[in-house]
């Protein structure tokens, strides 16, 4: 697939024009899914760091389309940023090269086609912010960069989208793609508390820094979305900012709604715990993802810095927390010395299956019988629950639909006792599924 990559200085519109670009043509019945790939966009530089990818579904067909970070933006993240885009540009086919196109042209802005012209790629000059014709009139100055005539667009309005989509097309090197079968990845969301290593993690899958750690909290500003190839499986790696009760910011709160939706957009979350920071907002975020319908993979991080010795104490300390979450897979990981990596993977990939698992209504029914005769049916004024039988019409997560006398009279001790069994019976007490109980009388 085409590669285009959007660079420019901080703040000149690169986020807007890629989110604009991403939903040009997106269906209805795929905007949710499209919209957890925007970036998040506001007035401060420096809201982007690392690298956004998403897909641009034209007319003449799909590309994929890279927003990056601010370069020359002057900040402690000035020289990581740049090496983030310059192996961006070496991968890409054309560079969107976004000016702002109703401000004076900046040194940043010179410096940047400086760097540009070294690198030797197709440019595209794109003034944004251009929101009405009259703007137009001051673009001349941007000749001055070197790559012809500058495209006036509005993200915000959606001026000139259209055709830049077009002049893309246009640009692009022509080359045979190769039609290949669509694979759908499976989704792996990485949450967790501020700076418990989940940015590390995602580094040490890819086998590559993808994304900027640092020790500070908060360095992630939004969900990052990697596809790669691992074992044979196509997976869509999201690494979300850290989740704190508290947002401290504008810009911060927006990448915790995101990594929010990253929950419920997953196959399978990755819930990602420093073993010596632990307390109740690992089990919150926990139960968020089981109520949502999404597996969990419980995976200790760090555990390169937990020498033998303590080991066991601080196995034993995670047991006592983590009790109300103990019948989920638990993986001990290091992203310094890969330790676990292909085992944390292989779990993601048997939960996406174990639920995704679907069971005949002959068998259901066989459980049901065995079930019904295992415990004390409730009753209510001589009047007994009976279940007449059970089918399961949905999967991911795996939904169970009782139909039985009186669906009032299932207490919560008797939906407890139909949980346990059917986890232990059909084998599913490590992910999430749902009972619904409807009415249907007798004879």
């Given at each position: 697939?085409?590669?285009?990559?959007?660079?420019?200085?901080?703040?000149?519109?690169?986020?807007?024009?890629?989110?604009?670009?991403?939903?040009?043509?997106?269906?209805?019945?795929?905007?949710?899914?499209?919209?957890?790939?925007?970036?998040?966009?506001?007035?401060?530089?420096?809201?982007?760091?690392?690298?956004?990818?998403?897909?641009?579904?034209?007319?003449?067909?799909?590309?994929?389309?890279?927003?990056?970070?601010?370069?020359?933006?002057?900040?402690?993240?000035?020289?990581?940023?740049?090496?983030?885009?310059?192996?961006?540009?070496?991968?890409?086919?054309?560079?969107?090269?976004?000016?702002?196109?109703?401000?004076?042209?900046?040194?940043?802005?010179?410096?940047?086609?400086?760097?540009?012209?070294?690198?030797?790629?197709?440019?595209?000059?794109?003034?944004?912010?251009?929101?009405?014709?009259?703007?137009?009139?001051?673009?001349?100055?941007?000749?001055?960069?070197?790559?012809?005539?500058?495209?006036?667009?509005?993200?915000?309005?959606g001026r000139g989208v259209?055709?830049?989509?077009?002049?893309?097309?246009?640009?692009?090197?022509?080359?045979?793609?190769?039609?290949?079968?669509?694979?759908?990845?499976?989704?792996?969301?990485?949450?967790?508390?501020?700076?418990?290593?989940?940015?590390?993690?995602?580094?040490?899958?890819?086998?590559?820094?993808?994304?900027?750690?640092?020790?500070?909290?908060?360095?992630?500003?939004?969900?990052?979305?990697?596809?790669?190839?691992?074992?044979?499986?196509?997976?869509?790696?999201?690494?979300?900012?850290?989740?704190?009760?508290r947002p401290e910011t504008?810009?911060?709160?927006?990448?915790?709604?995101?990594?929010?939706?990253?929950?419920?957009?997953?196959?399978?979350?990755?819930?990602?715990?420093?073993?010596?920071?632990?307390?109740?907002?690992?089990?919150?975020?926990?139960?968020?993802?089981?109520?949502?319908?999404?597996?969990?993979?419980?995976?200790?991080?760090?555990?390169?810095?937990?020498?033998?010795?303590?080991?066991?104490?601080?196995?034993?300390?995670?047991?006592?927390?983590?009790?109300?979450?103990?019948?989920?897979?638990?993986?001990?990981?290091?992203?310094?010395?890969?330790?676990?990596?292909?085992?944390?993977?292989?779990?993601?990939?048997?939960?996406?299956?174990?639920?995704?698992?679907?069971?005949?209504?002959?068998?259901?029914?066989?459980?049901?019988?065995?079930?019904?005769?295992?415990?004390?049916?409730?009753?209510?004024?001589?009047?007994?629950?009976?279940?007449?039988?059970?089918?399961?019409?949905?999967?991911?997560?795996?939904?169970?639909v009782f139909f039985c006398?009186?669906?009032?009279?299932?207490?919560?001790?008797?939906?407890?006792?139909?949980?346990?069994?059917?986890?232990?019976?059909?084998?599913?007490?490590?992910?999430?599924?749902?009972?619904?109980?409807?009415?249907?009388?007798?004879?």
């Amino acid at each position: 697939m085409y590669r285009v990559v959007i660079v420019g200085r901080p703040n000149v519109g690169k986020s807007s024009l890629f989110n604009r670009l991403l939903g040009l043509r997106q269906s209805p019945e795929r905007a949710t899914w499209a919209g957890s790939r925007f970036s998040v966009v506001a007035d401060a530089p420096g809201v982007t760091r690392d690298l956004k990818e998403g897909v641009v579904e034209s007319e003449r067909g799909r590309f994929k389309l890279v927003d990056t970070g601010g370069l020359w933006s002057g900040d402690v993240w000035e020289e990581k940023i740049r090496q983030k885009v310059e192996r961006a540009i070496e991968e890409a086919d054309l560079v969107l090269f976004a000016v702002d196109g109703r401000s004076d042209l900046a040194t940043a802005d010179l410096e940047v086609a400086d760097f540009l012209r070294r690198k030797g790629k197709p440019v595209l000059l794109v003034a944004t912010k251009v929101d009405d014709p009259k703007h137009e009139a001051y673009l001349g100055e941007l000749y001055a960069l070197g790559f012809g005539e500058p495209l006036p667009t509005s993200a915000a309005h959606g001026r000139g989208v259209d055709e830049l989509v077009e002049r893309i097309w246009a640009s692009l090197p022509v080359r045979q793609e190769e039609s290949e079968p669509e694979v759908v990845p499976i989704r792996l969301a990485i949450v967790g508390r501020p700076n418990a290593g989940k940015s590390s993690l995602l580094n040490a899958i890819l086998g590559e820094e993808r994304v900027i750690v640092s020790e500070t909290p908060g360095t992630t500003r939004d969900s990052i979305d990697v596809e790669f190839d691992y074992g044979g499986n196509r997976f869509l790696l999201v690494d979300t900012a850290g989740i704190r009760k508290r947002p401290e910011t504008g810009v911060e709160e927006q990448a915790i709604l995101r990594a929010h939706r990253a929950i419920r957009e997953a196959d399978v979350v990755l819930l990602v715990v420093d073993p010596k920071e632990l307390g109740d907002h690992e089990l919150k975020l926990a139960n968020e993802a089981l109520e949502v319908g999404k597996p969990v993979v419980v995976t200790i991080t760090k555990w390169d810095l937990i020498g033998k010795e303590e080991a066991k104490r601080v196995r034993a300390d995670l047991a006592v927390k983590l009790a109300h979450i103990a019948h989920l897979p638990t993986v001990f990981v290091s992203s310094v010395t890969g330790q676990n990596l292909h085992k944390l993977l292989s779990e993601a990939v048997r939960l996406y299956g174990l639920a995704r698992t679907r069971f005949e209504t002959a068998e259901l029914n066989r459980w049901l019988s065995v079930w019904s005769l295992g415990t004390q049916m409730p009753n209510f004024k001589g009047k007994p629950l009976k279940l007449f039988f059970v089918t399961q019409p949905e999967v991911a997560p795996p939904t169970f639909v009782f139909f039985c006398n009186y669906p009032e009279f299932v207490t919560r001790a008797f939906e407890g006792y139909l949980r346990n069994r059917i986890g232990e019976d059909l084998g599913l007490r490590e992910v999430p599924f749902r009972l619904v109980f409807r009415g249907r009388r007798e004879g």
